[in-house]
């Protein structure tokens, strides 16, 4: 299986401030990965796919990245409704894995 | 507008049995791929199931292999999980969810349901 990590596990920020969180695959899974926000109670909502696709809907101050096996998602001038658990998932073979979550707090 | 909802959680014993239903509307539902997810009680996402548009293929994780089902019906638009001998591990929040695109699947999941409590205890 396809193992996902993420840094940090939890990052307190500011509104304005810019958050990047990271996430690496254990193995090459090309662009096939996406990210999700989760607020508490709530379901998980599509960020970005293929690494670096905007979802519709989703602001423009979220954006992805890709290196190698690395990839990274940052939102620049948060607000406050950023704060919220941020999971990685790869799409790129099954079993389908998350990251363990970051969690992004005042 | 799309709606996801789950229904047919709820306290079981461990070896029991649930069937987690997901009536859906506001798509084509015969036209996407979809999935079953949990989320074990202060824990992160686990993917747990995945059938393709037509129902022509599925694909779980190991953990429930052998012991869950996913399915659907095209003509109810309406997803489901049988899910037997259930273990205390098997506690979550059921959700499910859309995959992105139409046809085969993107293995990315754009719209959630709002999710079904499994509670598997003694």
């Known amino acids: 299986d396809i193992q996902m990590t993420q840094s940090p596990s939890s990052v307190s920020a500011s509104v304005g401030d810019t958050v990047t969180i990271t996430c690496r695959a254990s193995q090459g899974i090309g662009t096939w990965l996406g990210w999700y926000q989760q607020k508490p109670g709530k379901a998980p909502k599509l960020l970005i796919y293929?690494?670096?696709s905007l979802q519709s809907g989703v602001p423009s101050r979220f954006s992805g990245s890709r290196s190698g096996t690395e990839f990274t998602l940052t939102i620049s001038s948060l607000q406050p409704e950023d704060f919220a658990t941020y999971y990685c998932?790869?799409?790129?073979?099954?079993?389908?894995?998350f990251g363990p979550g970051t969690k992004v707090d005042i | 507008q799309v709606q996801l909802v789950e229904s047919g959680g709820g306290v079981v014993r461990p070896g029991g049995s649930l069937r987690l239903s997901c009536a859906t509307s506001g798509f084509t539902f015969s036209h996407h791929a979809m999935y079953w997810v949990r989320q074990a009680p202060g824990k992160g996402l686990e993917w747990v199931a995945f059938i393709h548009y037509e129902g022509s293929n599925e694909n779980y994780v190991d953990s429930v292999k052998g012991r869950f089902t996913i399915s659907r019906d095209n003509s109810k638009n309406t997803l489901y999980l049988q899910m037997n001998s259930l273990r205390a591990e098997d506690t979550a929040i059921y959700y499910c969810?859309?995959?992105?695109?139409?046809?085969?699947?993107?293995?990315?999941?754009?719209?959630w349901g709002q999710g079904t409590q499994i509670t598997v205890s003694s």
């Open positions: 998932q790869q799409a790129h073979t099954f079993p389908l894995t």
């Open positions: 969810a859309k995959d992105r695109d139409y046809g085969s699947g993107s293995y990315y999941t754009d719209f």
């Open positions: 293929a690494a670096s």
